[in-house]
């Protein structure tokens, strides 16, 4: 603990306090923390010594509103530099901790801290005549704030019961709790609309590939994470686990959720017009989201540079599709079509259109006659699960291939086979 005694003018004079200080710019909260305990005590952390413990807000009509990214440590020496320019540093035993002199708000994080090892969410909210007596304590309520950590108003939804009543809190909330993707999809129109991520890893990935956010639907303990992105205005939502699944009806995949803005689409003339696109992953009618986003996957992960995706296909940006592809879909350029005119684009260009199918002239993808085609612009069509590519895209097919099986096995999965057939025609 450091006890303040050296400038006379510091308001915290002669009272403890914890180790810590404000963000630098563009800092995340782990590194503040590392970064502050380095400067104050001499000890030298890193993240697998520190643990997340709580968030506390600080909120009073005379100084506005203050967060507290709350932190507990393991070190395995005690030593410290006891040159501190800000005051006393010492070791306290936890259970003088609350003996000492501090401020009445320190008393009630540090409580929490030392009485067990759960994440907590705490709200200080002070007023009085002074504007300095605390009046109110607020624990676990869902909170709104902007990226930057100022929040705005609290709600409790522990005691709405419809779903109608959850999404009529606010408008970015109806995103996660009354509409359903197809809903999404379409909620700005004639602007484009919505669309829903989940887990940090894929929210990052999106923001990184230019995705503008709307706003965020969190677990309390990933707020500490929020602060990498460095997005200002937008609304942030967090709320103990329990309470945001029994909000949305669902458990949040990692603690969080994303509502995002689409991207307006292109023709396919602009697809193609990009000299750099040569092999394009063509997806007619494949219904099941996981297998959409397992063909993404794959063709980024094996040189596809592009998608077609026809209108009866599951949406590439549904929320399934883009865990399963692990956010690739944000870097793969696709376009969606209402119809076949397509092929005649691609055929202009050159593509040679490849259609993998079970047909009986099909010929298989280890023939000698398909040797030459890693080389040529190539259309590599994909059809729905049930039944396959469709009769007319085989009619305008230049090559229908299958792949060969064994053990009486008649075909793969479409996300297994497009997995097989990136690999043969697009390395």
């Known amino acids: 603990m450091?006890?303040?005694?050296?400038?006379?003018?510091?308001?915290?004079?002669?009272?403890?306090?914890?180790?810590?200080?404000?963000?630098?710019?563009?800092?995340?909260?782990?590194?503040?923390?590392?970064?502050?305990?380095?400067?104050?005590?001499?000890?030298?952390?890193?993240?697998?010594?520190?643990?997340?413990?709580?968030?506390?807000?600080?909120?009073?009509?005379?100084?506005?509103?203050?967060?507290?990214?709350?932190?507990?440590?393991?070190?395995?020496?005690?030593?410290?530099?006891?040159?501190?320019?800000?005051?006393?540093?010492?070791?306290?035993?936890?259970?003088e901790i609350l003996n000492l002199n501090m401020w009445e708000g320190d008393f009630v994080f540090l409580k929490k801290l030392l009485s067990n090892d759960s994440f907590f969410v705490t709200s200080l909210v002070y007023g009085g005549e002074s504007g300095d007596e605390l009046v109110e304590i607020i624990d676990d309520k869902l909170i709104l704030t902007d990226i930057d950590s100022l929040p705005q108003e609290k709600m409790d939804v522990s005691t709405l019961k419809t779903k109608e009543e959850k999404g009529a809190i606010d408008k970015n909330l109806l995103m996660y709790v009354s509409l359903n993707e197809n809903n999404l999809k379409h909620v700005n129109e004639p602007k484009e609309g919505i669309f829903i991520a989940e887990t940090p890893v894929v929210i990052k990935r999106a923001i990184e590939c230019g995705f503008e956010p709307e706003s965020f639907l969190c677990e309390h303990r990933l707020l500490f994470d929020l602060t990498e992105y460095n997005y200002k205005d937008v609304p942030v939502y967090s709320g103990s686990s329990e309470m945001l699944c029994e909000m949305t009806g669902y458990g949040l995949t990692h603690g969080m959720l994303s509502a995002m803005y689409r991207k307006e689409l292109p023709s396919v003339n602009e697809l193609i017009s990009n000299e750099s696109v040569r092999k394009i992953a063509v997806l007619e009618d494949v219904m099941n989201p996981a297998n959409v986003g397992a063909i993404v996957r794959s063709a980024a992960a094996l040189s596809a540079d592009a998608m077609i995706v026809t209108k009866g296909a599951s949406d590439p940006l549904y929320r399934r599709a883009i865990r399963v592809s692990m956010g690739n879909i944000f870097d793969l350029p696709y376009t969606v079509v209402n119809d076949y005119?397509?092929?005649?684009?691609?055929?202009?260009?050159?593509?040679?259109?490849?259609?993998?199918?079970?047909?009986?002239?099909?010929?298989?993808?280890?023939?000698?006659?398909?040797?030459?085609?890693?080389?040529?612009?190539?259309?590599?069509?994909?059809?729905?699960?049930?039944?396959?590519?469709?009769?007319?895209?085989?009619?305008?097919?230049?090559?229908?291939?299958?792949?060969?099986?064994?053990?009486?096995?008649?075909?793969?999965?479409?996300?297994?086979?497009?997995?097989?057939?990136?690999?043969?025609?697009?390395?």
């Open 2 to 95: 450091l006890y303040r005694d050296v400038d006379k003018k510091d308001g915290s004079l002669g009272k403890w306090l914890g180790i810590g200080g404000k963000h630098e710019i563009y800092e995340t909260s782990d590194e503040c923390f590392i970064r502050e305990v380095m400067e104050e005590t001499g000890i030298e952390l890193d993240t697998s010594m520190i643990k997340r413990r709580g968030i506390c807000d600080f909120k009073s009509e005379k100084f506005g509103v203050e967060r507290m990214f709350l932190y507990t440590a393991s070190v395995q020496s005690d030593y410290y530099n006891p040159e501190c320019n800000e005051g006393k540093l010492k070791w306290i035993d936890k259970d």
């Open 341 to 427: 005119s397509w092929i005649k684009e691609l055929k202009d260009k050159d593509f040679k259109i490849v259609s993998m199918a079970l047909s009986n002239d099909a010929v298989f993808l280890n023939d000698e006659a398909l040797s030459g085609l890693k080389n040529e612009k190539l259309a590599i069509c994909f059809g729905t699960e049930s039944t396959g590519i469709s009769d007319t895209l085989l009619r305008e097919s230049d090559y229908i291939v299958k792949i060969p099986m064994s053990n009486n096995v008649d075909s793969l999965n479409v996300a297994a086979a497009s997995a097989v057939a990136f690999y043969a025609f697009c390395n």
